[in-house]
């Protein structure tokens, strides 16, 4: 019989080889946060799916591959690992292709997604969540332990326009600012758009001050 702690500890186990940022915590706040948007939109939606697929969605991140350094490719390595462990903790049969399909779909509002079109709520909270998760003050925190150590990224390169998107490959704050504001702006929902207000604003103040700080190296 499927119960959610099974799938807890399964998942806790394989995001011990996870990239920083893409840890146990990280999925339960996902969580957290669709089961705001759930409570807040007031749309009937299959929890189970939305919770199997918020903690699923990163797994991908503990796979490397030297051709993808930025994980980019990291949702559809998730749907892989999820599609053999969701049925070895006898998750609902019936219900594992939407999930898997919320995996794979959770990066799809962002650059490097395919932009597929879906009516699926259940698909929409798990990247509104997963998007608002990326902002605030753990979101930064998050963004600087990937960007630096992991994506070999410089942590601002003053020459580039915060504008020019493929600056944010480059520096840590150029990253910063484009998840300010991209993320909020392919939010599908209100309650979503409501809970990252606070998160955007905070990450676009700390790159305005972290530049301004920068400045006072100038000559």
Known sequence: MYRREDLEKVIEKILEKSTPGHDIEHMLRVWNLAKQIIDGEKISVDEEIVYAACMLHDVGHTIYDPEDP???????RS???????LPEIGFPEEKIPLT???IRLHDDTKPWG???KTDKREIWYVQDADNIEA????GL???ILFCIPTAKMKDYIPELSLDDPKARWESMVHDVYAHGLEVY????TNTAKTLADEGKTFMLQFVELYIKER???KK
């Open 185 to 188: 702006n392919n939010l599908h």
């Open 135 to 138: 902002l605030g003050a753990n």
């Open 79 to 85: 749907m892989e690992i999820a599609r053999k462990v």
């Open 215 to 217: 400045n006072l190296a």
């Open 114 to 116: 395919t932009k597929t």
């Open 141 to 143: 925190t998050r963004l």
């Open 100 to 102: 898997l399909e919320a």
């Open 70 to 76: 930025l994980y980019v490719k990291h949702p559809i």
